[in-house]
C-alpha cells in the first residue's frame, strides 16, 4: 500500500540539475557534494507505508512530543525511532486553485497515513510581493480552511500558520548567513516575479524568499517535500545549503558537541507527482495555472461555484484536431484538459486515452465538468462548515504551532550551537 502511495511521486533530486560546481568552487572542496542515496520506491524498505515502518535517523532528531530538555542542548536531543517526516505549505496569496490542488494539497492526503506530517499556510512568503495587509490575516484561514476541507486530517497531521512558529524567520537569518547571493539570483522564480513587478515594488525578501522555504523546511530535519514542478529549484537550492551548513558547522566538531553523525540537517527530498505537477491555464496550454495571472477565466478556483465551472470549462480555449489525446505537443490544451479529468475521476491515463480517444470537444467538456463539480462540491460543503466553526480552527492552528514549535526549537538551537553563538 505505502509502496503505491510512494510510487505516485517522481523524487526528483538524483535527476535533477544540481546548481553548477562553478557556484561552489573555491568554497567547499567539491568532493563534499556527493549525490545523497539513490532513493527509489524498489529502495524503499518493504514496509514503507505500513504504520509500522519506522526509520532510525542520522540526525540528532528531536520527537514530535520532545521535551524541553530535548530542546535545550544538542547532545539530550533524544534519537528515537520515528517516522519519516514530510512538510509542506501555500502561500495564502488570491485563491485556492486546482493547479495548487492538484499539484499539492490533493498528494498531502495520500502521505498523512504513513509519514509525519506538517502542512502550514505560508504567511510569511506572501508578504514577498505587495499584498493588502487587510486581507492577509483572513487568507490565511481560508488556506487553514481550504487544507481540512480537501482532507488534511489533524489527528494524523499538524496544520499551522508559518508565523506562528518564530523559529522559521530564526533560522532564515541564520542560514542567510550561508547562502551565496549568486545561488538566490539565479532562482526562475525570483526573475520572473521581479521582472512583473518592477524594480521599485521588489522587496530583499522577494530575492531571500527561497533561505526561508529553506528554513521551513530544514528546521523540521524533513524526508520529503511534496510540491509542484515549479518548486523544484527552491528544493535543490535547500538541499545545497542543508549540504553546505553541514560541511561548514557539522563534522567532527559538532559530533564532538553531541550532534549525531556530525550532520545538523537531513537533506530532504522533492516528490512531485508525475501528473498534475504543472496544471495549466485554462486560456493557454502553454502558460502554468496561477493565482496571479489577470483573468480568473484561466483558473479552476477550489470555491468556484458550480455555474462558474460551467462557463469556465466551456470557454476554454481547445484545438481542432479529431479526437483527444495525451502528450501531443501541438495539444498542450487538450493534454492539461485530459490530465485534469484524469486526476478529479481518479481514473488511469490508459482508461483515459480509451475512453476519450475518439470524443469531441462537445462530448467531453460536459464530462470534465461533472467531474469537476462532483470532484470539487464535497470539499466545497466542508469547507463551509469548517468556516462556520470558527473556535475548531483556532484550536486547530494553536495545537499545530504547539506541536510545529517543539521540533523547530529543537533543531534552531542546535544550529544556534553549532555555528558558535554563546548559550543562554
Ligand atoms: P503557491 O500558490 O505558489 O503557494 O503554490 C503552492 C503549491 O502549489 C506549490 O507546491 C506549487 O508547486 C503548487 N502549484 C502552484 N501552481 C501550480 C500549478 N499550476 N500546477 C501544479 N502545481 C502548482
Ligand atoms: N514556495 C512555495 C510555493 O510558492 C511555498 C512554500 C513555502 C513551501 N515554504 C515551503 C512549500 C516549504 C513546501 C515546503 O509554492
Excluded at 499584498?131 to 488534511?152: D, M, W
Excluded at 516528490?271 to 480568473?296: E, H, Q
Aim: net charge positive.
Amino acid at each position: 500500500m505505502g509502496r503505491s502511495v510512494f510510487s505516485h511521486f517522481l523524487i526528483l533530486s538524483n535527476t535533477s540539475p544540481r546548481f553548477p560546481s562553478s557556484m561552489l568552487r573555491g568554497q567547499i572542496p567539491s568532493r563534499y557534494f556527493k549525490k545523497p542515496e539513490q532513493i527509489h520506491p524498489r529502495n524503499l524498505p518493504s514496509g514503507l507505508g505500513s504504520t509500522s515502518f519506522r526509520c532510525r535517523c542520522s540526525v540528532a532528531l528531536p520527537e514530535t512530543n520532545s521535551s524541553s530538555e530535548s530542546s535545550s542542548s544538542s547532545s539530550s536531543s533524544p534519537i528515537s525511532a520515528v517516522k519519516k517526516r514530510i512538510v509542506s505549505g501555500v502561500q495564502p496569496t488570491g485563491s485556492i486553485h486546482l493547479g495548487n490542488y492538484l499539484g499539492a494539497i490533493k498528494n498531502w492526503i495520500s502521505l498523512q497515513d504513513n509519514y509525519e506530517t506538517l502542512f502550514f499556510i505560508v504567511d510569511l512568503h506572501a508578504i514577498t510581493v505587495p499584498y493588502e495587509p487587510k486581507q492577509l490575516s483572513e487568507s490565511t484561514r481560508n488556506t487553514a480552511a481550504i487544507y481540512l476541507a480537501c482532507g488534511v486530517d489533524t489527528t494524523k497531521a499538524s496544520v499551522f500558520v508559518q508565523s506562528h512558529v518564530r523559529a522559521h524567520v530564526e533560522l532564515m537569518w541564520l542560514l542567510s548567513s550561508a547562502t551565496p547571493i549568486g545561488w538566490l539570483n539565479k532562482m526562475i522564480q525570483f526573475k520572473e516575479k521581479s521582472r512583473k513587478a518592477g524594480d521599485e515594488n521588489v522587496g530583499v525578501a522577494l530575492l531571500t524568499y527561497p533561505v526561508l522555504m529553506a528554513s521551513d523546511i530544514l528546521l523540521y530535519q524533513s524526508d520529503f517535500v511534496p510540491v509542484g514542478a515549479d518548486q523544484k529549484q527552491h528544493l535543490e537550492l535547500t538541499r545545497e545549503l542543508a549540504e553546505r551548513v553541514n560541511y561548514l558547522f557539522g563534522g567532527k566538531k559538532w559530533k564532538k558537541m553531541g550532534g549525531r553523525g556530525g550532520v545538523i540537517f537531513k537533506v530532504p527530498e522533492p516528490l512531485i507527482p508525475p501528473a498534475g505537477a504543472r496544471v495549466m491555464s485554462l486560456t493557454d496550454g502553454l502558460s502554468k495555472m496561477s493565482k496571479s495571472a489577470p483573468s480568473d477565466q484561466s483558473r479552476i478556483n477550489l470555491l468556484d461555484p458550480k455555474d462558474v465551472i460551467v462557463n469556465k470549462i466551456k470557454r476554454c480555449k481547445t484545438d481542432s484536431f479529431p479526437g483527444l489525446e495525451f502528450d501531443n505537443p501541438d495539444r498542450p490544451e487538450c493534454n492539461n484538459l485530459l490530465s485534469i479529468y484524469q486526476l478529479v475521476t481518479g481514473k488511469t491515463k490508459e482508461d483515459v486515452t480509451e475512453e476519450c480517444r475518439e470524443m469531441n470537444w462537445g462530448t467531453f467538456k460536459p464530462l470534465l465538468t461533472d467531474a469537476l463539480i462532483n470532484h470539487l462540491h464535497p470539499i466545497q460543503v466542508r469547507y463551509e462548515e469548517i468556516m462556520s466553526d470558527s473556535a475548531y480552527l483556532d484550536r486547530v492552528l494553536v495545537e499545530g504551532a504547539t506541536k510545529a514549535a517543539d521540533i523547530a526549537d529543537a533543531t534552531l538551537n542546535n544550529v544556534y550551537q553549532a555555528m558558535g553563538f554563546l548559550r543562554k
